[in-house]
């Protein structure tokens, strides 16, 4: 808990809309004027849920081009507080959260305004580990986490298919640098595709909502972030 921080202000205006998905909920955004077939990329919140910020992020992916998907991994809810916040993580299901995030790879690639035949996942922190997840069960053609829970399980990470963008913070307690660096050698040892990118930075450094966001840092993480969705889905 003492890593997060709860958001401090409120989102810009949204321009998507709430879909319902898998008996769920998500929030769609989708570039203007654009036609299918669009690249997608599935957005995965952090710890506090889908809420105006994480759905403004999705904007901002719609905005590049991307048809963005925002799931909900809660179930509704949404974190007023790091005790909520803890509490509804450690609610979730793995394997309904998993199932959640496989209709979303499916329904970017069956609905007619999208269409997708190239698809992304984009997470932090909670959504970041679930961002990794994900491409190990479905053939994601990128992947970029910022700071969520990793494996180095070589025989596991084999089954990722597309390239890899880590975002870390160095001063990350919860991801530690130790971390890191399992993950980029076990990524490097099952033959896939990565970058990984280090800040001098805390845990959840790249919410600009937040009381310890590092602006350079994120700026540049998003830079990087920009990069890779252009170089993998968006060619």
């Given at each position: 808990k003492a890593m997060h921080q709860l958001p401090a202000d409120t989102a810009p205006l949204l321009s998507g809309q709430m879909i319902d998905l898998a008996g769920g909920r998500a929030y769609l955004s989708l570039p203007a004027g654009a036609t299918a077939p669009l690249p997608a990329v599935i957005v995965i919140h952090e710890w506090w849920g889908l809420n105006a910020n994480v759905s403004h992020w999705a904007d901002r992916l719609a905005a590049e081009g991307y048809a963005a998907l925002a799931v909900d991994l809660y179930g509704g809810a949404v974190a007023t507080s790091a005790d909520d916040a803890m509490t509804y993580m450690k609610a979730v299901d793995d394997g309904q959260a998993l199932a959640t995030l496989t209709?979303?790879?499916?329904?970017?690639?069956?609905?007619?305004?999208?269409?997708a035949t190239r698809r992304a996942a984009i997470g932090w922190c909670f959504g970041g580990g679930w961002s990794l997840?994900?491409?190990?069960?479905?053939?994601?053609?990128?992947?970029?986490?910022?700071?969520?829970?990793?494996?180095?399980?070589?025989?596991?990470?084999?089954?990722?298919?597309?390239?890899?963008?880590?975002?870390?913070?160095?001063?990350?307690?919860?991801i530690p640098p130790a971390a890191v660096d399992a993950f980029d050698r076990a990524l490097?040892?099952?033959?896939?595709?990565?970058?990984?990118?280090?800040?001098?930075?805390e845990h959840a450094f790249a919410n600009p909502s937040n009381a310890i966001y590092d602006q350079p840092a994120a700026t540049d993480a998003w830079e990087q972030t920009r990069a890779f969705l252009r170089s993998t889905i968006a060619k």
């Amino acid at each position: 808990k003492a890593m997060h921080q709860l958001p401090a202000d409120t989102a810009p205006l949204l321009s998507g809309q709430m879909i319902d998905l898998a008996g769920g909920r998500a929030y769609l955004s989708l570039p203007a004027g654009a036609t299918a077939p669009l690249p997608a990329v599935i957005v995965i919140h952090e710890w506090w849920g889908l809420n105006a910020n994480v759905s403004h992020w999705a904007d901002r992916l719609a905005a590049e081009g991307y048809a963005a998907l925002a799931v909900d991994l809660y179930g509704g809810a949404v974190a007023t507080s790091a005790d909520d916040a803890m509490t509804y993580m450690k609610a979730v299901d793995d394997g309904q959260a998993l199932a959640t995030l496989t209709a979303a790879y499916d329904f970017l690639g069956s609905d007619p305004r999208i269409l997708a035949t190239r698809r992304a996942a984009i997470g932090w922190c909670f959504g970041g580990g679930w961002s990794l997840q994900l491409s190990l069960a479905r053939p994601l053609d990128a992947t970029v986490i910022y700071y969520g829970h990793l494996i180095d399980d070589v025989a596991r990470l084999k089954s990722i298919k597309g390239p890899v963008l880590g975002i870390f913070g160095n001063k990350d307690r919860g991801i530690p640098p130790a971390a890191v660096d399992a993950f980029d050698r076990a990524l490097t040892e099952a033959g896939v595709q990565h970058d990984i990118h280090r800040y001098d930075a805390e845990h959840a450094f790249a919410n600009p909502s937040n009381a310890i966001y590092d602006q350079p840092a994120a700026t540049d993480a998003w830079e990087q972030t920009r990069a890779f969705l252009r170089s993998t889905i968006a060619k």
